[in-house]
């Protein structure tokens, strides 16, 4: 019993005391009265109409005085027993709230299993087409034209920008003499994942010395220092990943429902931090509108010379995550 029920139980007892000390104290002092005066109780026992006056003068009281301790009593009661129900339901919330976060921690599990399924299977497809391909090739006597793997094959020519700043990485001018490769363009948009990801560092470091992916990377890091700042990070908040006829559509120009896959941001509050700063700080927005611009350039390059896995790999970058992250908040998606 805690200190509330232990409390409510007082309260009825000393009602109930109360009642019975002021029913014998009323019933002394009449008892007094009569004895003191035996002449006025005999006159007033002779005329009726005094008599039931006196009566009523007598148990009206008492009778006051027990229907305040009944009601008393039955407002403890109903006190203890709301603050009952009240804890029943906090333990019925309880325990729906970790039922639920344990199915959707299961269902979330499963759609994951299902979607590295898929994506196995869709590599298996792949590989057997590409297969079934080479060997037609060869029974005619022909050879298949090597894939152009350039990430941006339309703009392969362009000099670099000197104006870019570079990380502090060091300088290797070997790497900006081919151009970015898509798998490396994927990598470097999700960032080195610590310290000591060499590969990571490599090639970002060729990113950034490539004239057509170093703008969208400065404006990708700036965005994320800015989120970082609200304690946003891409790793923590939950976004669905896109389908990649999304990204398509998107970069074809397409806007409103053929892109809503790409606004499906759940977690609140990354999307209430940034809705608040996008507001109030006109650094922030700056940053943004050039980090969007940037992505999109990007990404209407990027989309003729990649495939669909290539596409999704692409979205689950920290740098796609901020991108539907600040599309959504900055109606990037939004009809136009």
Same mark, same amino acid.
């Given at each position: 019993?805690?200190?509330?029920? +232990? ?33 006025? #109780? ?8 005094? %008599? ?31 603050? #009952? ?9 309880? %325990? ?6 344990? /199915?959707?921690?299961?269902? &979330? ?11 196995? @299977? %869709?590599?298996?497809?792949?590989? @057997?087409?590409?297969?079934?391909? &080479? ?15 350039? $990430? ?19 300088? &290797? ?44 990377? @400065? #404006? ?8 970082? /700042? ?15 006829? $999304? ?21 609140? %509050? ?6 608040? +700063?996008?507001?109030?700080?006109? !650094? ?19 989309? !003729? ?32």
């Amino acid at each position: 019993m805690d200190t509330e029920d +232990r409390k409510n139980k007082h309260n009825e007892q000393a009602a109930l005391t109360i009642a019975i000390i002021l029913t014998a104290t009323w019933i002394f002092v009449i008892g007094i009265i009569f004895y003191l005066y035996p002449d006025s #109780a005999r006159q007033i026992g002779y005329d009726q109409n005094l %008599t039931a006056l006196l009566a009523v003068g007598l148990f009206l009281p008492l009778i006051l005085i027990w229907i305040a301790a009944v009601l008393s009593r039955s407002l403890s009661a109903m006190r203890r027993e709301t603050m #009952a129900l009240r804890k029943s339901v906090e333990k019925m919330n309880k %325990t729906l709230d970790v039922q639920i976060v344990g /199915e959707s921690g299961n269902r &979330d599990r499963w759609i994951q299993s299902q979607i590295a399924q898929i994506t196995a @299977h %869709t590599k298996q497809t792949d590989s @057997h087409v590409s297969e079934l391909a &080479d060997k037609a090739l060869e029974d005619r006597g022909q050879t298949r034209p090597p894939r152009n793997t350039t $990430a941006m094959p339309g703009k392969s020519g362009l000099p670099k920008d000197t104006a870019q700043a570079d990380l502090p990485l060091s300088d &290797d001018q070997s790497a900006s003499d081919n151009p970015v490769t898509i798998r490396e363009l994927i990598k470097a948009m999700n960032f080195p994942d610590n310290s000591k990801d060499t590969e990571g560092f490599r090639v970002l470091q060729r990113a950034f010395n490539d004239h057509n992916t170093s703008k969208l990377l @400065h #404006a990708a890091q700036d965005v994320l220092t800015m989120l970082s /700042e609200d304690g946003i990070y891409m790793d923590d908040i939950r976004i669905d990943i896109p389908a990649p006829t $999304a990204w398509r559509s998107f970069a074809n120009g397409a806007r409103g429902k053929e892109i809503a896959g790409l606004g499906i941001v759940r977690d609140r %509050t990354a999307l209430a931090l940034t809705t608040t +700063r996008l507001k109030n700080d006109s !650094k922030f927005r700056e940053t943004v509108h050039q980090f969007i611009t940037q992505f999109d350039t990007i990404l209407t390059e990027f989309e !003729k010379a990649a495939e669909d896995s290539e596409l999704t790999q692409m979205g689950q970058t920290r740098s796609a995550a901020a991108f539907m992250l600040l599309g959504r908040i900055s109606g990037a998606f939004d009809a136009r």
